[in-house]
């Protein structure tokens, strides 16, 4: 190792750099030397500050406390433009493109004209009278739409990338997107590259493309950063592996040297012993059957497939899946945010049995009719709470309509918000703190204690322990555990295979919203579940085989 | 033939003042700036451009009329330029730098313009403005030989041409080139623009106060050539102020429409004083009408719901960059 | 590379942080400080201008407000509106809908009212008839005007500012239409009706502000305890939100923005009925916009209102009073110094809810150290 970093140049050095936001510290003494020609992976938790040390080096942010230095010397990247002057380049996870304009004017958006003034003016005057073909050879501005046409069909075919130059952003795909994402960085001459997570939103075969592309690139001498908590494709691609925690720098291995088991330690701290307890389902009945449910999105593109599966009471059914296989809009499709297109979604009332067909309905009329559904949302101050209000309002958001009167009670809420901040420990300086300023795994446990306190028959929850540290993710585990106790029956969406394994009963994966197969948790593998998620489907299994 | 001799040309010259106005807040909304400070800014720019007048004028006060032409004008949009700059300035300082609430900070501007304007042209000397208008209205003395074609194309002071000519140059920088495309973006999405190294103070900070010189030529004009040099108070421009607003809909965020807009809007505006047995009744209702027709376009805007024909989609909302 | 060396040493003295622990009454001190601000500007530019006394100009101020007691009954009417125009904007507010048309609605409200007046007038009804009439058709048409924009909004997204704002001209141009109508004289203005006035209550401005104050407690209970209000600001804060617990978001918007056209048209219905008897296109002297400013300035909290329509009423009231004893014709003085403690007030509020950081330098030296450090542990294993 010492070896090889003498052979090589230091391109960036990040020197005690610190960033918090608020309360909440999101680097801190961060020090790290980035090598020319090398890939380096970022690995670290979901929320471990990763993201944020990127953007300080892209310039979105500004370091609170720290130097940077590029090859050497210190530098002040105050802004996007001025890293783009030090060659780094960033591609985001959420792209960074304007939607009313082309893949080439995106491409072109913000460069600095390579073409004095002067040039273009004398260039003007010596030719603007002459006969097309007695004309100069003209410069070329990469800044000009027109001037860039060329030069980035060459990125394009070089690399093996395709994209329609003229098409609207509004109109491409994800994986679209992205591969403009990447050419713009190029065509900008970025020599250090930065990727934040981008295989989440790509396919086996797009992943194995985008990772030639850059070991070519790495060969070329450039430094290629890639954020992601993924290990097997840190062990796949990169050449040098830092860890961060919490938001330090935990130390940097070259990838050679180190296993997956090193890297998870270095990562969480300790090794993780998964250590999850499952009963044995009690008596499961049919609780929740969906059947052949299709679903559109805005555009009349088709996110989910013919989905059909059960949901048992007393059970709990992890859903697995590479990110964006339609896991959001499944869950949203059963709580009645979006109107599915066709199929049946049939809710069995416990004490009746009598079948309700949910599809179509709104929210509203799903719990009019008697149906106790919870969900624990993804997006949890954009959808399951309201950021601004305090823990108090925040609970009745889903209770507050059921008392016949026209005023609010906010009774009943504030002995509800008290037992969930005394029985989850929920650290909060009062109950009438606004939920914005708690940290994210607090904003969680309010979220999931409001969605268990209504006694939920059904339980759908979507990525629920995303961001949360291991202690809060054990709460959040063992109260999922209590509801399966009780006879509800839950739907987890999860991404950590390790944990669905570990927690569910059975495990259905989905794969560009269809229904890829559904295992036995407690006779599956890791491998198995990747396998089902990557491959190319073959007509859809049937889930109750 | 009254319409070609008499009301287009009067049409085309009442329609400058709201193609000044609109051109502005075009390329202010471009940037993702609501600025209900136009009928402000509108003040700001009288005033500069009659303290402007004054001041050159007060040179040649044994007789007036040979004030020479090119010098009176220069100056009058060279004082109204700088006026409308402190207004956008403010705005800018308000909005940008300091993030402020845009519809706000818009309303306090129109209230404090028009407060400046009313208070300093009452000290101003206006004597020669009658006498300043005329030169600032000469038009090419063939014009009126040719009929209507004439009144119509050449008919008309300076300032018409400057806000046509400026009106087409809006409307290629915008659509054909970098800085147009660079201030487009900043409109749709200010962090994507900045994350391509695109300076989104600087350019929010230049088209706001670019938009407010522009929109300050329409008050300058207003009362320099519309009006011939009279002054009351700051009541018409500010309506007239709002009526430019309204154009920007109406023209859906295109300058080079807005030449045609601000005509139509100029019609709706004179033609009830032309149409003879019309009532007067009738010709308020008449007045109404381009309050209605923008309504009209932006509801089947929204509707149709076509990108491109929208507002700029940050329109209104502050930018911070560290927001999270 | 010009650029390059350009930020190579250019190391930004601070930057711009959000904050969120400002204490309130330091908050309050600022802002306070702003209009104190604002008077004194002016107090200075008449010093110039007039060569005025700064402390007459203060002792006008005081005397166009409370003065006499006219004056002063005026004074507290004047507030009363503004704070019955603010109590209409929260609700829209705080729901995050710009309703820019305050103005329209009022004048669409006083202009029923008026029409009402002066045709029932003419045929010679029954007052009390034409009171009972008046008021539900000039709430009625209040609230008709702010809902059009309120069903585009809900329905297609139309922008409601710049709607909202159109449908103020509109109602002028009505306004001008019935004058238009109504008026032979030549004079263009419609005289004082005497048919269908509002019941005075001991005199001319008590009726109003009763029932401002009444409002006041309605909107405040509205506001906090009524359901309406709760789901008001959750669609205000966030509409994914408001969908997954089951809020009819159209109905919500729907809904809120009838209550305030509604309360708007009750305006209208007291400037007409009650104040001024009459009507012209100016009737709602831009209460609309001004109450824009008086609802954010108290932070969309109803009774915070009633200090922020106090203060506005007191620097106009006051400054036109400045503005007679100088001499002054127009409404300038007081344009300007509203206008310039807005700016005050509104620049303020960046220093309550942004923090300028000054950047620390970093220990340069230990730092270093401290790499080599942590690098050579992981090398050792």
Not at chain 1, 279 to 289: G, Q, S, T
Not at chain 1, 531 to 537: A, P, V, Y
Not at chain 3, 191 to 200: F, H, K, S, Y
Not at chain 3, 242 to 263: D, E, F, P, Q, W
Request: net charge positive; charged share 20%; with cysteine.
């Amino acid at each position: 190792m010492v070896a090889k970093n003498n052979t090589k140049n230091i391109n960036i050095t990040f020197e005690n750099i610190s960033k918090s936001f608020g309360v909440v510290k999101a680097n801190q003494n961060v020090n790290l030397d980035i090598y020319e020609g090398e890939i380096l992976a970022l690995l670290g938790e979901n929320g471990s500050g990763k993201t944020t040390l990127m953007n300080m080096l892209s310039g979105i942010y500004y370091p609170d406390e720290g130097n940077i230095y590029v090859k050497g010397e210190k530098v002040n990247i105050a802004s996007p433009k001025d890293a783009f002057s030090y060659h780094i380049g960033m591609i985001h996870q959420h792209f960074k493109l304007i939607d009313v304009f082309t893949s080439l004017e995106n491409i072109v958006l913000g460069i600095e004209s390579n073409v004095s003034k002067k040039q273009k003016w004398s260039y003007f005057f010596k030719n603007f009278y002459k006969k097309k073909e007695d004309r100069e050879t003209k410069y070329i501005d990469r800044a000009s739409v027109k001037d860039a046409r060329p030069i980035v069909q060459e990125i394009c075919d070089k690399y093996g990338f395709i994209l329609d130059l003229d098409k609207k952003v509004y109109d491409m795909s994800v994986s679209e997107k992205q591969t403009l994402e990447i050419v713009k960085t190029l065509y900008r001459g970025a020599d250090i590259l930065i990727l934040d997570e981008p295989t989440a939103v790509l396919t086996p075969i797009e992943i194995d493309k985008l990772f030639n592309v850059l070991r070519n690139m790495k060969n070329d001498g450039k430094s290629i950063i890639i954020i992601t908590h993924k290990l097997n494709e840190v062990m796949e691609i990169s050449d040098r592996v830092a860890v961060l925690r919490k938001g330090e720098c935990i130390g940097s291995v070259v990838t050679k040297n180190t296993n997956e088991a090193e890297l998870t330690e270095m990562m969480v701290g300790e090794k993780i012993e998964l250590n999850i307890k499952r009963d044995e389902p009690v008596n499961p009945v049919d609780r929740l059957i969906v059947k052949d449910l299709e679903c559109k999105n805005e555009d009349g593109r088709e996110i989910l497939h013919d989905v059909s599966f059960t949901a048992r009471s007393g059970e709990i059914l992890g859903i697995a899946g590479i990110s964006g296989s339609g896991q959001k809009e499944l869950l949203e499709t059963i709580a009645g945010l979006i109107k599915g297109s066709s199929g049946e979604i049939t809710y069995i009332n416990p004490k009746t049995d009598k079948e309700v067909n949910l599809r179509s309905k709104s929210p509203a009329q799903i719990r009019d009719l008697g149906v106790r559904l919870s969900f624990v949302p993804e997006d949890r101050l954009g959808m399951g709470l309201v950021g601004n209000m305090d823990l108090v309002d925040n609970m009745m958001l889903r209770s507050y309509r059921k008392s016949k009167s026209h005023l609010v009670d906010r009774k009943k809420p504030t002995e509800l918000a008290n037992e969930v901040v005394n029985e989850l420990g929920v650290s909060t300086p009062s109950i009438h703190t606004s939920v914005r300023k708690l940290s994210g795994g607090n904003v969680q446990k309010v979220l999931v204690g409001r969605e268990i306190a209504s006694h939920p028959k059904v339980l759908m929850v979507a990525y629920p322990v995303r961001g949360l540290d291991i202690n809060s993710s054990y709460l959040i585990y063992n109260l999922l555990n209590e509801q399966k106790k009780k006879g509800t029956a839950i739907i987890y969406v999860g991404e950590d295979l390790d944990v669905l394994i570990a927690l569910s009963d059975r495990i259905l994966v989905i794969g560009d919203g269809e229904v890829r197969g559904l295992v036995d948790a407690r006779k599956t593998t890791k491998r198995e579940i990747g396998l089902l998620m990557t491959k190319k489907n073959e007509g859809g299994l049937d889930d109750d085989k | 033939m009254i319409f070609f001799n008499t009301i287009l040309p009067s049409a085309i010259s009442i329609a400058t003042i709201f193609l000044f106005g609109c051109v502005g807040e075009i390329i202010m909304e471009k940037s993702g700036h609501l600025n209900l400070g136009i009928p402000g800014v509108m003040c700001f720019g009288t005033l500069g451009g009659c303290v402007g007048v004054s001041i050159f004028m007060s040179s040649y006060s044994s007789d007036p009329l040979s004030a020479p032409w090119f010098g009176l004008v220069l100056i009058s949009l060279l004082f109204s330029a700088l006026f409308s700059l402190i207004a956008g300035l403010i705005y800018a300082f308000l909005t940008v730098t300091l993030k402020c609430n845009q519809n706000v900070t818009g309303l306090a501007l129109t209230t404090f313009g028009g407060g400046v304007v009313d208070l300093f042209m009452s000290t101003i000397d206006k004597s020669y403005f009658s006498y300043a208008s005329k030169i600032i209205r000469y038009h090419l003395p063939f014009a009126d030989s040719l009929g209507a074609f004439g009144k119509i194309f050449f008919g008309h002071g300076i300032l018409v041409y400057l806000g046509i000519v400026i009106a087409l140059i809006t409307a290629f920088i915008l659509k054909k080139t970098r800085v147009g495309l660079s201030l487009r973006s900043i409109g749709e999405n200010p962090a994507t623009a900045d994350a391509q190294g695109i300076n989104v103070t600087k350019y929010k900070y230049g088209a706001i106060l670019i938009g407010s010189i522009i929109a300050g030529f329409g008050g300058l004009f207003y009362v320099m050539d519309y009006v011939g040099g009279s002054w009351e108070n700051s009541g018409t421009i500010q309506a007239f102020g709002w009526l430019a607003l309204a154009l920007v809909i109406f023209t859906v965020w295109r300058p080079s429409l807005a030449i045609i807009g601000s005509i139509i809007f100029g019609l709706f505006f004179i033609l009830p004083s032309y149409v003879s047995g019309i009532s007067f009744v009738t010709m308020k209702v008449l007045k109404i009408l381009p309050y209605v027709i923008t309504v009209i376009v932006l509801i089947i805007t929204s509707i149709v719901g076509k990108k491109g024909v929208q507002p700029p989609s940050s329109l209104g909302q502050s930018y911070f960059r560290e927001e999270r | 590379m010009m650029t390059n060396k350009l930020f190579k040493n250019k190391e930004p003295l601070f930057h711009v942080v959000k904050r969120t622990d400002i204490p309130s009454w330091k908050a309050w001190l600022f802002r306070g400080g702003a209009i104190l601000f604002g008077i004194l500007i002016i107090c200075l530019l008449l010093l110039i201008m007039k060569g005025a006394n700064p402390f007459v100009v203060f002792g006008e101020l005081f005397n166009g407000c409370f003065g006499s007691s006219r004056r002063t009954w005026l004074t507290f009417r004047q507030t009363a509106l503004l704070l019955t125009v603010g109590l209409a904007l929260i609700p829209a507010f705080k729901m995050k809908f710009w309703n820019l048309g305050a103005n329209g609605q009022i004048l669409i409200g006083a202009l029923v009212s008026i029409m009402c007046m002066f045709y029932m007038g003419k045929a010679g009804v029954n007052d009390a008839v034409i009171i009972i009439v008046m008021i539900p058709l000039s709430i009625l048409a209040g609230a008709i005007w702010a809902v059009i924009p309120a069903i585009f909004k809900a329905y297609f997204d139309t922008n409601e500012s710049l709607f909202t704002l159109m449908m103020n001209y509109i109602a002028e141009g009505l306004v001008a239409v019935f004058l238009s109508a109504a008026v032979t004289s030549g004079s263009g203005t419609l005289d004082i009706q005497q048919a269908g006035n509002l019941p005075r209550l001991g005199n001319d401005h008590l009726l109003t502000i009763i029932v401002s104050i009444v409002l006041l407690v309605v909107m405040f209970i509205y506001l906090k305890y009524h359901k309406h209000g709760y789901e008001l600001e959750v669609v205000g804060e966030s509409q994914n939100t408001a969908k997954y617990v089951g809020i009819n978001v159209k109905k919500v918007v729907i809904r809120t923005l009838i209550l305030s056209g509604a309360i708007c048209g009750l305006v209208g219905l007291l400037l007409a009925g009650a104040i001024d008897h009459t009507i012209s296109t100016t009737t709602a002297n831009n209460m609309g916009f001004t109450a824009i400013m008086v609802a954010w300035l108290a932070k969309f909290n109803p009774f915070l209102m009633v200090g922020t329509s106090f203060i506005i009423t007191f620097l106009g009231r006051g400054m036109s009073q400045v503005q007679t004893r100088f001499d002054i014709t127009n409404d300038s003085i007081s344009d300007i110094a509203i206008g310039l403690v807005y700016f005050a007030i509104i620049a303020v509020e960046f220093f309550v809810s942004y923090k300028v950081v000054f950047r620390k330098k970093a220990p340069h030296i230990e730092v270093k150290e401290q790499n080599n450090l942590v690098t050579e542990t992981k090398e050792d294993k």
